[in-house]
């Protein structure tokens, strides 16, 4: 079946430095991917949309200067964090939909990010 | 923003029991869909459901969705302890270019 690999899985950063999140489909095409942030028992809030080949679309509130987003191919998205502060820790997981379907979310294993 | 509300926000229920959780959105959809995400974990697509379609089974799962009323349910048959976790609606809504918008969530705890 489709996979996504998200890496990675943890990681602390210090307030002030910059942290780059790949999401990565193994198997398929993924014109389309999608990051979500979720804080300690709440649920998932997206943040945008990711389009391989053009500027990614924000949610209302997210900055998109703090959040940058980068679809450089058809297999690969990533989220930089840039200028961390501690209210940016939490945990971060993309999805991807596999090209030629309208159904098929596959999600990433998610990443904790902790500020310090 | 959050399209849909689930309730109950959370279930405790003995195992063998069966779990029921109900989620409501607000605008037209094309599919809705079910995960469950262990504390801390990535999420497990469970079950997607049509907007044509009313009633679907995958296992000991069972998923109803009234289009009319804007609503779905999840039920959890002979729950096990192992069902224990966070389950979520996620709505993908017309024209919104695949989108899934996530519920609240509903944090079920079955004990052995």
């Known amino acids: 079946g489709a996979v996504v690999s998200q890496h990675p899985s943890r990681v602390i950063c210090k307030s002030g430095t910059s942290v780059k999140i790949e999401c990565r489909s193994l198997?398929?095409?993924?014109?389309?991917m999608f990051w979500y942030r979720q804080f300690p028992k709440q649920s998932l809030m997206l943040m945008a949309t990711?389009?391989?080949?053009?500027?990614?679309?924000?949610e209302q509130g997210v900055e998109k200067d703090k959040f940058l987003i980068n679809h450089a191919s058809l297999t690969l998205s990533t989220l930089t964090v840039t200028s961390a502060h501690p209210e940016d820790s939490s945990f971060y997981i993309c999805?991807?939909?596999?090209?030629?379907?309208?159904?098929?979310?596959?999600f990433g294993s998610g990443t904790r990010l902790t500020v310090v | 923003s959050q399209q849909g509300e689930e309730d109950p926000q959370a279930l405790s229920i003995q195992e063998g029991e069966n779990a029921t959780m109900n989620c409501s959105y607000k605008?037209?959809?094309?599919?809705l869909q079910w995960y469950r995400q262990n504390s801390g974990r990535g999420l497990v697509h469970l079950i997607l459901?049509?907007?044509?379609?009313r009633e679907k089974h995958s296992g000991r799962l069972r998923v109803t969705l009234d289009t009319s009323k804007k609503s779905s349910s999840l039920l959890i048959t002979a729950s096990r302890a192992a069902d224990t976790a966070s389950y979520f609606c996620a709505t993908d809504a017309n024209n919104q270019g695949g989108k899934l918008i996530f519920g609240q969530g509903t944090e079920l705890s079955v004990k052995p």
């Open positions: 605008t037209s959809i094309n599919n």
């Open positions: 459901i049509r907007s044509n379609e």
């Open positions: 999805t991807a939909i596999e090209d030629g379907t309208n159904y098929g979310y596959t």
């Open positions: 198997d398929f095409q993924a014109t389309t």
């Open positions: 990711s389009n391989e080949g053009s500027k990614a679309t924000y």
